[in-house]
């Protein structure tokens, strides 16, 4: 089975801290995305990566960024957080290239147990 | 750009029942993939079903089945025999072919009351 963990379930951080979390796959899954969930909103994509060192912006990068040095970890990093970035951040990831998204299941997302993360 | 609706924030069905989620979606593409993902409380979210929009055939995967309205744009989830299991948010979700960008849809928070 496919495990995508990530490094807390639950976070208590206070404005202006960093914070930074992280993501891990063991399945030399190519794609890997970090989205928020907030109520009434869905998920919401802020970053993901199709490979190593590479990244692209989803559509709420602002106030975030992310570091993908090794295939399997994928870093959520929260410069300097605030209190509108209290939300659940999950992560995912599926097993093909970006090029080859399609019929065979590739693009099937796993994803990780989330982070709730609350900003005082 | 593409979006997905969910109408009902919250639904309830009596165990052993069925029930049917609406998902809604808006895109100009032809080529796309359909899911219904489920997040049970406090639980990883999970896939359950997906329908790629090529295939008229509607998917089914055991108790779960979808209703695919490609003119319509419209993915329905219906759940039969409900179980106390299935008790979750349950998200639609759309992609496009080629493209690892998923839309997800608000959510419904499904009860099974016992």
């Not at chain 1, 928020?36 to 106030?63: A, C, H, N, T």
Request: one cysteine or more; proline letters at 3%.
């Amino acid at each position: 089975d496919v495990k995508v963990t990530q490094s807390s379930r639950y976070l208590v951080k206070r404005t202006g801290e960093k914070v930074f979390l992280e993501c891990v796959q063991d399945m030399d899954h190519e794609n890997m995305f970090w989205y928020r969930q907030d109520p009434g909103l869905g998920l919401r994509l802020i970053y993901f990566s199709y490979d190593v060192k590479m990244k692209e912006k989803g559509d709420i990068p602002e106030g975030y960024s992310v570091s993908r040095e090794k295939k399997e970890r994928f870093s959520l990093i929260l410069e300097s957080a605030s209190t509108n970035q209290t939300s659940m951040y999950l992560c995912a990831s599926t097993p093909g290239g970006i090029e080859t998204s399609g019929g065979d299941g590739t693009d099937t997302q796993y994803f990780g147990p989330g982070t709730r993360l609350t900003v005082l | 750009a593409q979006t997905v609706t969910q109408s009902q924030p919250e639904m309830s069905v009596q165990e052993a029942e069925t029930v049917t989620l609406s998902c809604t979606y808006d895109t100009s593409e032809n080529n796309y993939y359909l899911f219904w993902y489920k997040q049970p409380p406090s639980r990883q979210m999970i896939l359950v079903i997906r329908q790629e929009a090529y295939k008229q055939q509607n998917a089914t995967e055991n108790r779960f089945s979808v209703n695919f309205q490609k003119a319509a744009k419209s993915f329905s989830l219906k759940i039969s025999d409900s179980q106390l299991g299935d008790t979750a948010m349950y998200f639609c979700a759309f992609m496009q072919y080629n493209n690892n960008d998923m839309r997800f849809g608000a959510g419904t928070r499904l009860t099974v009351k016992p």
